[in-house]
């Protein structure tokens, strides 16, 4: 299957302090990255779409400005968390979009955690 | 966001029991996926389902994409101990197009020796 990696892994930050999560596609090229976020025994969320070269749409509820999504190659698309707070502590997993097999390939996600 | 409704929530069921969840919806979806997740992981795909109807089967897994188009079941047969997980159902509207994908609450399997 198609490979997907985020870098950081786990990342531990002061509040205050911003966050850039990586994603990358390894081997095939993405127009379309989803971001979900994961809450401690919840389900995945949408957080916003992100088209390569565009700005992304982001879901109701979600704030652009402090979830800055950056979808400058096919096979790259960043997640910057500004002015983190606790409550921003979650699972943060990146989906590109495989137009070759129309499947979305979840990447093995970045564990955030604000203190 | 919308959420799937997925039952049971959690179980607790002894090694080489069959298993049995569902996931409902409020509105319809072309496409019904169920994931698997282990923890500190991304989902991992287990079943696709392209059409109202349609059963399909992935070793010891088989799903349903249910008629109305509201509805999908997964079965998992004679369990094993590395079927531990969460279990998240999710709809898709489209399929050709990147469509986002709307996740179930999950299942939460235990299995016991």
């Known amino acids: 299957g198609a490979v997907v990696s985020q870098h950081p892994s786990r990342v531990i930050c002061k509040s205050g302090t911003s966050v850039k999560i990586e994603c990358r596609s390894l081997d095939f090229q993405a127009t379309t990255m989803f971001w979900y976020r994961q809450f401690p025994k919840q389900s995945l969320m949408l957080m916003a779409t992100?088209?390569?070269?565009?700005?992304?749409?982001?879901e109701q509820g979600v704030e652009k400005d402090k979830f800055l999504i950056n979808h400058a190659s096919l096979t790259l698309s960043t997640l910057t968390v500004t002015s983190a707070h606790p409550e921003d502590s979650s699972f943060y997993i990146c989906?590109?979009?495989?137009?070759?097999?129309?499947?979305?390939?979840f990447g093995p996600g970045t564990r955030l955690t604000v203190l | 966001g919308q959420q799937l409704n997925q039952s049971p929530q959690s179980m607790f069921i002894q090694e080489g029991e069959d298993v049995s969840m569902n996931c409902t919806s409020s509105s319809i979806f072309n496409t019904w996926l169920w994931y698997k997740q282990d923890p500190g992981e991304g989902p991992v795909l287990l079943i696709a389902?392209?059409?109202?109807?349609e059963l399909t089967s992935n070793g010891r897994l088989t799903a349903q994409f249910g008629i109305t188009r509201k509805d999908s079941f997964l079965n998992i047969s004679a369990s094993i101990p590395s079927d531990v997980g969460i279990y998240f159902c999710a709809g898709q509207l489209s399929t050709g197009t990147a469509s986002k994908l709307t996740f179930g609450t999950g299942t939460r399997l235990q299995v016991t020796l």
């Open positions: 989906t590109p979009w495989d137009t070759t097999t129309d499947t979305q390939y």
């Open positions: 389902l392209y059409k109202a109807g």
């Open positions: 992100s088209n390569e070269g565009s700005k992304a749409t982001y």
